[in-house]
């Protein structure tokens, strides 16, 4: 079965600073899309950005990239130029690519909070 | 376009009540998820619809748990009776197709649940 592990509860970051939040995860399938997705205190999920396993290019969205490690099966964010309104809960989760089932299989989140 | 509407926002019950939950996809979407987000974790799939049919339901507590998705449309999520371990929030999801193409999964604001 496939796991996702996010091992920071918490992080802070100074407004216009840059952070970088950890995600690992575990499979044994080849084919599969990552995402980190952004629960504010509304809780409505919010996708931020996602990636295509095989894909090697790394994924940009703006101000948001991620770092993919195929072989170390890791996929953190960076968030460039944080702003207030980055705060929130981030969320690393995995989904395969094959078979009828799209299940998104997330991590126990990080806490952003983002100091002004 | 709107987005995934869902009902009511907050649900307070005592155990052994039973309790209703309703989900209204994105227009066109094919296809419906349940989630369950306990405090503290990230979101657990609980079943998933393609059309009106079942995709996946097997984390679904199946004697407790019941869910429809009549005319391949809305979609509602019952639980009787509840137990204080289904405390949690309820969100609910849709995506234009469940196949391949991995296409994104837009969440509604969810039901947050407590049961007493």
């Known amino acids: 079965a496939q796991t996702v592990t996010q091992s920071q509860p918490e992080m802070s970051v100074q407004e216009a600073e840059t952070v970088t939040l950890s995600c690992t995860y575990d499979?044994?399938?080849?084919?599969?899309?990552l995402f980190w997705y952004k629960q504010p205190p509304s809780r409505q999920m919010i996708l931020v950005i996602r990636q295509e396993a095989y894909k090697q290019q790394n994924a940009t969205e703006n101000r948001f990239s991620v770092n993919f490690q195929k072989a170390a099966k890791s996929f953190s964010l960076k968030i460039s130029d944080s702003q207030l309104g980055d705060a929130a809960m981030y969320f690393c989760a995995y989904r395969s690519a094959g078979g009828a089932t799209n299940k998104l299989i997330f991590g126990t989140g990080t806490l952003l909070a983002v100091q002004p | 376009e709107a987005g995934v509407a869902q009902s009511p926002r907050y649900k307070i019950i005592e155990k052994r009540q039973s309790v209703a939950f309703w989900c209204n996809p994105i227009?066109?979407?094919?296809?419906l998820y349940w989630y369950q987000q306990i405090l503290g974790q990230g979101p657990k799939l609980l079943i998933q619809f393609q059309n009106n049919g079942v995709v996946d339901d097997s984390q679904l507590p199946k004697d407790r748990f019941s869910a429809e998705r009549l005319k391949g449309v809305d979609s509602t999520l019952k639980i009787q009776p509840a137990k204080l371990e289904d405390s949690a929030v309820y969100l609910c999801a849709s995506s234009l197709d469940g196949g391949r193409a991995g296409y994104e999964q837009y969440f509604g604001p969810g039901t947050r649940l407590t049961v007493t």
């Open positions: 499979t044994s399938e080849s084919d599969y899309y």
């Open positions: 227009s066109g979407h094919a296809t």
